[in-house]
């Protein structure tokens, strides 16, 4: 499940043992702390817009209140109050905490204004950063428990691996991933956007992810909520073939070749009787490299930690799938049934944003299901 984010504004400078306590009294509560100077080291964005966009990243806002105002926001208000009327007209809960004793003129006046919008339970004076600590996980506990976050239904991952395949007689590898919270990541205004659809395609081109080949076409067209983009490999080897759909939810399904009659891991007739595990080894690694690129992106303040993944061969047919596939004289027949897609779980499985990062273990799963399933 994932957990509900809860923003903490505060000054930083000589505040770092209470800036601390609030860390754990949010995890002790079963919520997931942002701290933006702590946790975002370098964005590419200015101060100010770093803060207020993690701000709109989160589902709970906290203030603590200490002995002094802090630094001025060039609107002439102080740095958290500028935060805490962001909170506001995002409509986010506000949980508001006063560390005991004297406070000079800017913070005295803050407090005030929290506490003319939060009277009641949620403000409270508190002595030092163990008794924050302690009153944090009291007033948070309830309302984490209360929050209800949109889960993204598995049944939408499985029709998603369901749907037609492209028409092409050469075998695919299906990944389909989507965040684990249902929510509008992508507005739909921007996937028809230039800039944005340029954006895909860059990251798709980039060395270390290499999706797309600069060699190859690509037409990108765009449905009422999805961008779907098409490398057209007929020209080049089968591998070359991508079909991209992105979809404002964060959902992306991705059917690329790996095997069919112009070769596959060798240069004969093998391949249009074999699939290598090391070829689909290889495109999921460049999948999950570009799903992790894609969210560094789009979601650059991790709001979306957790997500969803399935993954079939379609058209496989009567071909097998072997590791390091080698020239022989005749090759064995996979005595399927029917040409349905071999599909890798029986459900999707939940995975994190590391996997993005070292995907080796994941896809290593996913080639030893597609291999099991397809020998039975």
């Given at each position: 499940m994932p957990k509900p984010r809860v923003f903490v504004s505060s000054i930083v400078e000589g505040f770092a043992e209470y800036r601390n306590a609030a860390r754990l009294g949010i995890q002790d509560a079963g919520g997931d702390p942002v701290l933006v100077n702590e946790d975002f080291p370098s964005l590419p964005t200015s101060p100010r817009n770093a803060?207020?966009?993690?701000?709109?990243?989160?589902?709970?806002?906290?203030?603590?209140?200490?002995?002094?105002?802090?630094w001025r926001a060039p609107s002439g208000k102080l740095v958290t109050e500028e935060e805490y009327e962001h909170?506001?007209?995002?409509?986010?809960?506000?949980?508001?905490?006063?560390?005991?004793?004297?406070?000079?003129?800017?913070?005295?006046?803050?407090?005030?204004?929290?506490?003319?919008?939060?009277?009641?339970?949620?403000?409270?004076?508190?002595?030092?950063?163990?008794?924050?600590?302690?009153?944090?996980?009291r007033a948070l506990t309830p309302l984490v428990a209360g929050l209800v976050l949109p889960m993204n239904p598995l049944q939408e991952i499985?029709?998603?691996?369901?749907?037609?395949a492209p028409q092409t007689t050469d075998v695919l590898f299906r990944v389909v991933i989507a965040p684990e919270r249902q929510e509008e990541v992508v507005d739909p205004v921007q996937l028809g956007d230039r800039n944005f659809q340029d954006l895909v395609l860059r990251i798709g081109h980039e060395q270390t992810v290499h999706l797309f080949d600069y060699?190859?076409?690509?037409?990108?067209?765009?449905?009422?909520?999805?961008?779907?983009?098409?490398?057209?490999?007929?020209?080049?080897?089968?591998?070359?073939?991508?079909?991209?759909?992105?979809?404002?939810?964060?959902?992306v399904r991705v059917d690329c070749g790996v095997g069919g009659t112009q070769g596959g891991f060798g240069s004969?007739?093998?391949?249009?009787?074999?699939?290598?595990?090391?070829?689909?080894?290889?495109?999921?690694?460049?999948?999950?490299?570009?799903?992790?690129?894609?969210?560094?992106?789009i979601d650059g303040y991790g709001r979306?930690?957790?997500?969803?993944?399935?993954?079939?061969?379609?058209?496989?047919?009567?071909?097998?799938?072997?590791?390091?596939?080698?020239?022989?004289?005749?090759?064995?027949?996979?005595m399927a049934s029917d040409d349905s897609p071999i599909v890798a779980f029986?459900?999707?499985?939940?995975?994190?944003?590391?996997?993005?990062?070292?995907?080796?273990?994941?896809?290593?799963?996913?080639?030893?299901?597609?291999?099991?399933?397809?020998?039975?």
């Open positions: 803060c207020l966009d993690a701000v709109e990243s989160c589902d709970v806002y906290l203030c603590i209140v200490g002995s002094r105002g802090g909170a506001i007209r995002l409509g986010l809960p506000v949980l508001a905490f006063v560390i005991d004793g004297e406070r000079d003129g800017e913070a005295r006046r803050f407090e005030q204004r929290l506490s003319g919008y939060l009277e009641g339970r949620f403000r409270k004076v508190v002595a030092d950063a163990n008794d924050l600590r302690g009153n944090i996980t499985s029709e998603a691996l369901a749907s037609r060699r190859l076409s690509k037409k990108q067209t765009l449905t009422v909520e999805c961008l779907l983009t098409h490398q057209d490999g007929a020209t080049g080897a089968r591998e070359s073939h991508v079909w991209l759909e992105l979809c404002r939810s964060g959902r004969d007739f093998s391949g249009a009787m074999v699939v290598a595990e090391e070829d689909i080894q290889a495109m999921g690694l460049v999948i999950f490299r570009y799903y992790g690129r894609l969210f560094e992106e979306h930690q957790g997500f969803f993944m399935n993954a079939a061969l379609l058209n496989l047919g009567y071909r097998t799938i072997a590791r390091g596939p080698r020239t022989r004289r005749s090759y064995p027949v996979r029986d459900e999707a499985r939940r995975i994190n944003r590391s996997h993005f990062n070292d995907p080796s273990e994941e896809v290593a799963r996913i080639v030893t299901m597609f291999t099991r399933r397809a020998s039975q």
